[in-house]
């Protein structure tokens, strides 16, 4: 049994350890840089996960860290992580705060390390088309920019104004609505920077296509701060498309729009936008943009110079009729370009009290249309009742297949704190073991933070005993971001 009178003595010397901590941090990056202040903690902590935004809806606290820490570069972010590494101390690195996996949560403790200080660009390769910027940069800083010298970085997410960073674009290999034929941000990534235990500071080779032994760049890519804090990266740019044209089209059912989707990419066209809505999140999506339209509804938009336009246009209209599709015309496709942002608007973004998750995942075509009704199933006959719903588009294509940006809804949060947690847990239960259960993966573009752990080993199986091995050869003291990619808890603390 405790001994409870210990208990005081031992928050003496956890605070005194805090303490020390939190001075040599100061020395580190500066007094005005460094907070225990329990507000600023909190805030460190949240992010857009459902779970926070529930723990905000109740007034519930967080698990947070001690120490809150902005560092202004990346030679202060090694010296934090060195600290860390002195004392067996967790780092929970954090950009915007808009991921929705919890990877933000410090559940055990130790220092929130902000890194939006950090938001130089530092180099625009106009002979290359490569810009190099600082970790903390946000999406549309960044952006406006590029854009201002005639060049654009083509990786525009759900999450782009709510403050996601380019660190965050590539700690969880984010998608945005340009991917299909851009790439995500893991493809459009060619050197990190990185900070790793007990404080060193990596560069990976100038390029990722190399004979030089495996790519570790797409080993820090992913990896959700759980292998080393990424602090600054090269990314490949674009000039601004000469033109944009949309398409829009009305198909029977989702599996005619599958179809049109799987001939356009097997056949090597390359749209840089694809999106599929099934009946339910064509209504959903109707009443975010003020668009007068019903049923599977494709979304299209090809881009660059008119001469390739004119010719991808003209042979995605064909394919799109040959499985039954019923031309909407451009206005529609530019209406939802307009207002792509709208569905994470206020107001219109779902919000506790309901409960939802969206639990995206991505298969070769063969499969995904068993994925798709699968998921329906489990997540409408088997929650039932409790009301459960589930839509579905299909926003991010590749040669082979695509993703399912898939969520669940049920209306209202049973009022039992526990209670609701547990369900949304058994909701998410459901979803991804259909998926990995149909060809599918654990995740697309969200990430897996704290919420998706403990599938990590059910989706790679014995391979997660390598990614054990590695986090343990690189990390040995399990400090960086613990809890998270199902890695469990650091090693040791003081």
């Known amino acids: 049994m405790e001994n409870l009178d210990a208990a005081p003595e031992r928050d003496i010397r956890r605070r005194y350890v805090i303490g020390l901590i939190a001075r040599e941090l100061a020395d580190a990056v500066g007094p005005d840089h460094v907070s225990v202040d329990p507000k600023d903690l909190e805030a460190q902590a949240d992010d857009w996960s459902w779970m926070s935004q529930y723990m905000r809806y109740k007034n519930l606290p967080h698990p947070t860290a001690d120490i809150a820490v902005h560092p202004a570069n990346a030679e202060e972010v090694a010296a934090c992580v060195r600290i860390a590494s002195d004392f067996g101390m967790p780092v929970v690195p954090r950009g915007g705060g808009s991921g929705t996996q919890g990877g933000t949560f410090a559940p055990y403790g130790g220092i929130a390390l902000d890194l939006t200080r950090m938001n130089r660009i530092l180099e625009i390769d106009h002979t290359s088309l490569v810009v190099t910027a600082e970790a903390g940069i946000d999406g549309p800083a960044l952006e406006e920019e590029l854009n201002a010298v005639g060049l654009t970085m083509p990786h525009y997410p759900g999450s782009f104004h709510f403050g996601a960073t380019l660190g965050g674009f590539l700690a969880a290999r984010g998608s945005g609505v340009l991917s299909t034929k851009y790439g995500k941000a893991e493809d459009l990534v060619l050197q990190v920077q990185a900070a790793l235990p007990p404080g060193r500071l990596v560069e990976t080779l100038p390029t990722p296509n190399h004979a030089s032994g495996p790519d570790l760049v797409q080993v820090l890519v992913g990896s959700e701060g759980t292998l080393g804090v990424i602090t600054q990266a090269a990314m490949q740019l674009e000039p601004l498309p000469e033109r944009r044209e949309f398409l829009s089209f009305g198909f029977p059912s989702i599996s005619e729009g599958i179809e049109a989707g799987r001939r356009i990419m097997v056949g090597r066209l390359r749209p ?98 068993d994925i798709y009704w699968a998921k329906k199933k489990v997540i409408e006959e088997g929650f039932a009742e409790y009301g459960a719903t589930y839509t579905a588009h299909f926003s991010h294509w590749f040669p082979w297949g695509s993703m399912i940006y898939d969520r669940f809804y049920i209306d209202q949060a049973p009022s039992d704190p526990d209670e609701a947690m547990a369900l949304h847990d058994r909701l998410w239960d459901a979803a991804v073991r259909a998926s990995l259960e149909n060809g599918g993966t654990l995740n697309e573009h969200h990430g897996v933070g704290v919420k998706l752990g403990r599938f990590m080993r059910e989706a790679h199986g014995e391979a997660f005993d390598l990614l054990k091995s590695l986090k343990a050869a690189w990390d040995p003291d399990g400090i960086l971001n613990p809890g998270k990619l199902g890695f469990g808890p650091p090693r040791r603390m003081n």
Do not use: N
Not at 276 to 298: C, F, H, N, P, R
């Open 272 to 369: 840089a936008v694809v999106r599929l809505y099934d009946e339910k999140d064509t209504q959903k999506l109707a009443s975010w943009i003020d668009a007068d339209v019903e049923g599977v509804l494709l979304v299209l938009m090809c881009d660059g110079p008119s001469p390739l336009v004119d010719y991808e246009v003209q042979q995605i209209t064909q394919v799109c009729g040959e499985v039954g599709g019923t031309s909407y015309g451009p206005e529609l496709g530019q209406l939802w370009w307009d207002r792509k942002y709208e569905p994470f608007a206020h107001g219109k973004a779902p919000a506790p009290p309901m409960v939802f998750g969206t639990t995206d995942t991505c298969a070769r075509f063969d499969r995904l249309e």
